[in-house]
C-alpha cells in the first residue's frame, strides 16, 4: 500500500499545472470556476473555445487509447489532470459527455468504421454529445424506455419517442439514444443503443427551467429521426447502455472534489468573517464537512487504485452515496454559515451566488445518475447478496 | 499510486481471520471475559509467540518482524471482527509504541523484546477516573528527590492493566507549570497497587491502579514528554479504530447473514426494503471507516519510520480514522440488535457484545466529538 505518486507522475503534474497557469489566463481568465453545476448555462462560447484550446494541446480525451487520439494515460495520471484541471480553477466541462461516455463506448463496441467516423470528432471537441436515456416514464427504472427504433425498407433505423432530462441537449451535435428495436419486447430485452445527429428537423429540443432559473437539461423529441449508427446488435441495447455507465470509473470526481474543496473553504472563511465559526454547532458541521470531503478522497483512491480488486469495488459501490449526501449537506451548511445574508442573491431578476446555486442545485446530485435509494438497492443487492426489488409487472 | 493491500497483506489478513474464527468463537468470547485475567492466556501465547503478532512492526533490532503499521491495522480489523480478548492492543499499540516514540535506546534494547514475543505485557496509565485519553489530561504527580523520582496518583480505565507485566505511568511535574512525563514501571513496583474494575464491556477489561509514593531510579524515566505522549495516543487511536472497522463489518456481516435466514410475512426479511437500505448504509459506514483507517495507518508508518514528522497531520488522519470507526461501529452493532429483533436483546447472541465494545471503544482514546473539535480548532481557529 503506498499513497505516494512516483517521480514520472509528479514530473507530469508539473506539466500540466504549469500549462492550464500558462493557459487559462488572457481571455481565458474569465473562465476560472465557472461553467460548474448550476453555472453550465454561462459563458458557452468562451468554452467552447476553451475546449479547443485543450484538445489542441492534447490534454483531452487523456485515458483514450493512442490509436483512438488518447495519450494511454495510467489512473493516476488522470487522476493528476483532474485535480490540477479543478485546482486551477479549469471550468466546467462541454465535452465530458462525449469523452467520458459516449466515446469510450464507441471503442469498445462500434465497428472499426463507426469510430473513425465518431472518435475524431469527438477528440478534437468540434463536435459535443448527450445522453438520450431517461424518459418520463422511465426514470430509476431504465428499462422501461419506449422509444421506438424502426427499420425502414432503405436499410435505416428511424426513432420516435421523447426523452427528458438530456443535460446540454441544447448545445449538443450528437444524442447517443437507448430505443426499443422490438415492439414486442419489454424491460432490456430488445433494445438498441443509437447515434442520432441532433441537426434534423425531426429532432426537437425544448429547455427545462430548473430550481436555479437556468436551464441545463432538456426534453428532447424524435419524430422519426434518422439514426445515423446503431452501435453493436439489435437487442444489445442494455448491455452496452450499462457498460457505459462503468466506463468513467470516477476519474473525473478526483477533479470534483477538488471544486467541493473549494466551495468549502469559502465556507469556512465565510464563518470566520462574519462570526459563525464561534458557534459550537457550526463549528462541529465544518469539522465534520472537512472530514466527509478528506474521506471522499481517501476512498476514491482506493476505488481509482490500478489493478483494484474487490475490495476496491465496495469502495466504487459505496462512492456516489456517500458524495451526493455530503454535497447536499455543504448546500445546507453554506446557507446556516450564511444565515439572512443567504437570502439575498447576488443580481437581480434570479442571478444566484454560487453559494446559493450549490445549496439548490445539490438537491439534484442524491437524484441523477443513480437516486440515493436506487444506490442503498445496488449496495444491498451486489456487495450484500441481498434478494432483488419486486417488480410490478 | 497504489492505495491497495498487497499480496503479503492480504495473506496476513486471511490467516489471521481463519485463526480467529476457529479461536476466538463465541463460546472461547465468553469464557475469557469471565476469566481473572479477561484473556486466555493460552490463546496469547500462540499468537504472540507462534504467529508472532505482538512482534509485527517491532523492528528486528529489537526482536520484531519489523513489519508496518498497515500489518498491525489489520490485524487488529479482524480482532474486532472476531472480538478477540487479548492484551494486544493494550500491549502493541499502547506499550511498545510508547517505547518506540518516547524510550531510550537502552530502554528499547531491555523492554521491547520481552513485549514482541509476547512474553512481558504493557499498558499505559493516562486518566483519573471518568477522564480523558488526551495529553493534556495527566493527574498523576512526579518530582525528583535527589537520585530517585517519587510518584502519587490514582489512575483508571487501564486497559488491561490488572495483568499487565510493565506499566507506563504517564505523569505532570509537581511543582506549577512542571511538564509531562512517562515512567516505566514493573508490576512489582513498591507502592503501586492495583485493582480490576467491572466494566460495561467485559470483553476489554480495565483497572485502577493507584501509586502511592511510588520511588523509581532515574533509569525510569522515559525520554519523551508531552510531544511523544500526543503521537502516541494518535497512533493508538489508529490502532483501535481499526478494532472498530473490524467490529462495524462484523456486525453487518452478522445481521445481514440473520436477515436472509428469518422468514416474516412468509418471506426472508432480507428482502424488505427498510432493511436492505439499512443495510447499505451499514455498508458505506463501514467502507468509508476502512478508507479512513487504511490511510490513517499509511501516515503512522511514516512516522515511525521517519525522525521528522508532521504531527497536524498525523494528528488528522488519527482523529478521522478515530471519529469514522467509532461511528461506524456504533451505527452498524445499534442497526444489528435492531435488525436481530428480540434475539438482539439476549446475552445468547453475539450482537450486544459487539454494540458494547463499539460503545466502549468510543469513549476511550478520544469520543467522535472531541476529535471533531480537535478538527475544527485545526480548521477555524
Ligand atoms: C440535473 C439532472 C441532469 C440529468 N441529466 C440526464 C441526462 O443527461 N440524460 C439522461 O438520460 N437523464 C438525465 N437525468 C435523469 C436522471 O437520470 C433521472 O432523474 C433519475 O434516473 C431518476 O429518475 P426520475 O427523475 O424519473 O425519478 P423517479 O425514478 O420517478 O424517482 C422518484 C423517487 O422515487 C424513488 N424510487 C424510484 N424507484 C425506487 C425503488 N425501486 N426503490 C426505492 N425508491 C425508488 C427515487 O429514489 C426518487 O426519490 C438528469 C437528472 C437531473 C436531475
Not at chain 1, 19 to 37: C, M, Q, T, V, Y
Not at chain 2, 181 to 210: C, H, K, V, W, Y
Request: glycine fraction near 10%; aromatic fraction near 8%.
Amino acid at each position: 500500500m503506498n499513497m505516494t505518486f512516483s517521480a514520472a507522475d509528479e514530473a507530469f503534474r508539473r506539466d500540466a499545472a504549469s500549462w492550464l497557469a500558462d493557459n487559462l489566463s488572457g481571455e481565458f481568465a474569465i473562465l476560472k470556476h465557472r461553467g460548474g453545476p448550476g453555472d453550465e448555462h454561462s459563458l458557452i462560447s468562451e468554452r467552447r473555445a476553451w475546449e479547443k484550446k485543450l484538445a489542441a494541446a492534447g490534454w483531452n480525451c487523456l485515458g483514450w487509447a493512442a490509436e483512438h487520439g488518447g495519450r494511454d494515460a495510467s489512473i493516476s495520471q488522470q487522476v493528476i489532470f483532474a485535480e490540477e484541471y479543478a485546482r486551477a480553477g479549469g471550468p466546467g466541462r462541454l465535452g465530458h459527455i462525449g469523452e467520458g461516455l459516449a466515446g469510450p463506448t464507441i471503442a469498445a463496441f462500434a465497428s472499426p468504421a463507426q469510430q473513425a467516423r465518431y472518435l475524431p470528432g469527438i477528440r478534437s471537441t468540434n463536435e459535443l454529445w448527450c445522453q438520450g436515456y431517461s424518459e418520463p416514464g422511465a426514470g430509476s427504472d431504465l428499462a422501461a424506455v419506449k422509444t421506438r427504433a424502426v427499420l425502414g425498407d432503405d436499410g435505416q433505423w428511424r426513432i420516435s419517442g421523447q426523452k427528458v432530462w438530456t443535460s446540454l441537449a441544447h448545445l449538443a451535435d450528437w444524442c447517443f439514444v437507448l430505443a426499443r428495436t422490438d415492439p414486442n419486447s419489454h424491460d432490456h430485452k430488445g433494445l438498441g443503443f443509437f447515434l442520432v445527429s441532433m441537426h434534423q428537423a425531426a429532432v426537437t429540443v425544448r429547455p427545462i427551467e430548473q430550481l436555479t432559473g437556468s436551464a441545463e437539461f432538456n426534453e428532447v423529441f424524435f419524430d422519426e429521426a434518422l439514426a445515423a449508427d446503431l452501435v453493436g446488435q439489435p437487442g444489445e441495447g442494455w448491455k452496452i447502455a450499462m457498460a457505459l455507465l462503468g466506463f468513467e470509473r470516477g476519474v473525473s470526481t478526483l477533479g470534483q472534489q477538488m471544486q467541493f474543496r473549494s466551495e468549502l473553504d469559502e465556507i469556512i472563511r465565510i464563518a470566520k468573517e462574519n462570526g459563525a465559526a464561534q458557534d459550537p454547532d457550526i463549528r462541529s458541521r465544518i469539522a465534520e464537512a472537512h472530514m466527509g470531503l478528506s474521506v471522499m478522497r481517501y476512498n476514491a483512491l482506493r476505488m481509482l487504485s490500478d489493478n483494484a480488486g474487490a475490495d476496491e469495488q465496495k469502495a466504487a459501490l459505496v462512492y456516489k452515496l456517500h458524495w451526493s449526501s455530503w454535497h447536499r449537506h455543504l448546500g445546507k451548511l453554506a446557507m446556516d454559515v450564511l444565515g439572512t445574508a443567504s437570502e439575498l442573491c447576488e443580481a437581480a431578476p434570479y442571478a444566484l451566488t454560487r453559494l446559493q446555486a450549490l445549496f439548490l442545485f445539490s438537491r439534484a446530485d442524491t437524484i441523477y445518475g443513480g437516486s440515493n435509494q436506487i444506490q442503498r438497492n445496488l449496495i444491498a443487492e451486489r456487495a450484500l447478496g441481498m434478494p432483488k426489488e419486486a417488480k410490478g409487472r | 499510486m497504489h492505495f491497495m493491500l498487497n499480496d503479503e497483506q492480504l495473506m496476513i489478513r486471511d490467516t489471521a481471520a481463519r485463526f480467529l474464527a476457529e479461536q476466538s468463537t463465541s463460546a472461547a468470547i465468553r469464557r475469557a471475559m469471565q476469566s481473572e485475567t479477561g484473556y486466555d492466556p493460552a490463546l496469547w501465547h500462540t499468537l504472540s509467540g507462534e504467529m508472532g503478532w505482538s512482534a509485527i512492526h517491532i523492528p528486528e533490532a529489537y526482536g520484531g518482524l519489523g513489519l508496518g503499521y498497515v500489518e498491525l491495522a489489520l490485524l487488529m480489523e479482524e480482532m474486532g471482527r472476531h472480538l478477540l480478548c487479548s492484551p494486544f492492543h493494550a500491549s502493541v499499540a499502547l506499550g511498545a509504541n510508547a517505547l518506540l516514540v518516547a524510550g531510550s535506546e537502552a530502554q528499547k534494547q531491555h523492554w521491547l523484546p520481552a513485549m514482541a514475543s509476547g512474553e512481558i505485557t504493557a499498558t499505559l496509565a493516562l486518566p483519573a477516573k471518568g477522564g480523558l485519553w488526551q495529553a493534556d489530561a495527566v493527574t498523576a504527580r512526579w518530582q525528583q528527590e535527589g537520585e530517585a523520582y517519587v510518584l502519587d496518583g490514582v489512575l483508571n480505565h487501564v486497559p488491561n492493566g490488572h495483568s499487565a507485566g510493565l506499566i507506563i505511568v504517564a505523569a505532570r511535574e509537581a511543582k506549577a507549570g512542571g511538564g509531562t512525563a512517562l515512567f516505566l514501571l514493573p508490576a512489582n513496583t513498591q507502592g503501586l497497587s492495583r485493582t480490576r474494575q467491572a466494566s460495561m464491556d467485559q470483553t476489554r477489561p480495565q483497572a485502577e491502579i493507584r501509586l502511592d509514593k511510588v520511588v523509581l531510579p532515574l533509569s525510569a524515566r522515559m525520554t519523551g514528554g508531552h510531544a511523544e505522549l500526543a503521537t502516541l495516543l494518535d497512533l493508538a487511536a489508529i490502532a483501535i479504530a481499526a478494532e472498530q472497522l473490524g467490529v462495524a463489518q462484523a456486525a453487518l456481516d452478522s445481521s445481514v447473514a440473520y436477515s436472509k435466514e428469518r422468514q416474516q410475512f412468509g418471506r426472508a426479511i432480507a428482502g424488505y426494503q427498510a432493511i436492505k437500505h439499512r443495510a447499505a448504509d451499514m455498508m458505506l459506514k463501514a467502507e468509508l471507516a476502512r478508507s479512513a483507517v487504511y490511510y490513517a495507518a499509511c501516515l503512522a508508518q511514516e512516522t515511525l519510520s521517519a525522525s521528522q514528522h508532521n504531527t497536524a497531520e498525523l494528528a488528522q488522519a488519527a482523529s478521522l480514522a478515530k471519529a469514522y470507526a467509532s461511528e461506524a461501529a456504533f451505527y452498524n452493532a445499534g442497526c444489528g440488535i435492531q435488525l436481530f429483533g428480540g434475539v438482539g436483546i439476549t446475552s445468547e447472541y453475539d450482537i450486544q457484545l459487539y454494540f458494547k465494545r463499539a460503545q466502549s471503544t468510543a469513549a476511550f482514546l478520544g469520543s467522535p466529538a472531541w476529535h471533531r473539535a480537535r478538527i475544527a480548532a485545526q480548521l477555524l481557529d
